[in-house]
Structures are given as structure tokens and as C-alpha cells.
């Protein structure tokens, strides 16, 4: 069975920073990709920055620039760095990927961890 685990949200006040991290564990053949969601009250889920098994990056707009995606492939971590926060970062974050176990290949998520941005 997978899982993926975040952690490192909090209350932070605006223009503070917060690292996320996700820890994936489980029988895992192959990460293809993995990235970092959120959901704010009343919004849809979005993208927030992705990465690539080779280490290609992306991100939303709204993320270029203060917010940095990174991982350990040894052990199946993966980062959100996320410096100059805004109340308008406030959300759920959720950690995902796209991975091969022996059975079959799927997104998985993990549970979400809250960032609140607030004075």
C-alpha cells in the first residue's frame, strides 16, 4: 500500500516562509511525477508547481518566484519551499504522484496539510 504523508504547514504571518514536505512509502516500482496542489475555502483544487522524474519543473503563476519544488529521490520526498507567503496562499496542501507499484499505475494523495497566512 502507498501512502503519502505531508507535513510542515502552520500559520505563518504574510510575507514569512514555510517548507512542506511529503514523504511517499510503500512498495513503489517507479515515481513518474509528483507535484503540489492546494484548495482554498469555497475554491477548486489547483496546481501548484510539479516535477518530473528527470527533475523538469513547473509552476502556477502565482508560485513563480517564491515558491520552489525540489526532491529526494533516495527517499522519496518530496519539498515545497514557499517564501513571501500571502493571505491569498492560504490553503490545504496536498502532496501527489503519479506512480507504478507492482499492481498498477495511479495519482496518489496524501492527506493535506493547512497553510494559514495571516497578521
Known amino acids: 500500500q502507498v501512502q503519502l504523508v505531508e507535513s510542515g504547514g502552520g500559520l505563518v504571518q504574510p510575507g514569512g516562509s514555510l517548507l512542506l514536505s511529503c514523504v511517499v512509502s510503500?512498495?513503489?516500482?517507479?515515481?513518474?511525477?509528483m507535484g503540489w496542489y492546494r484548495q482554498a475555502p469555497g475554491k477548486q483544487r489547483e496546481l501548484v508547481a510539479g516535477?518530473?522524474?528527470?527533475?523538469?519543473?513547473n509552476y502556477e503563476h502565482f508560485a513563480m518566484g517564491r515558491f520552489t519544488i525540489s526532491k529526494d529521490n533516495a527517499n522519496n520526498i518530496l519539498y515545497l519551499q514557499m517564501n513571501n507567503l500571502k493571505r491569498e496562499d492560504t490553503a490545504v496542501y496536498y502532496c501527489?504522484?503519479?506512480?507504478?507499484?507492482?499492481?498498477?499505475?495511479?495519482?496518489?494523495w496524501g492527506q493535506g496539510t493547512q497553510v494559514t497566512v495571516s497578521s
Open positions: 501527489n504522484a503519479d506512480l507504478s507499484t507492482s499492481a498498477a499505475r495511479r495519482f496518489w
Open positions: 510503500g512498495t513503489i516500482f517507479e515515481i513518474k511525477a
Open positions: 516535477i518530473s522524474s528527470g527533475g523538469s519543473t
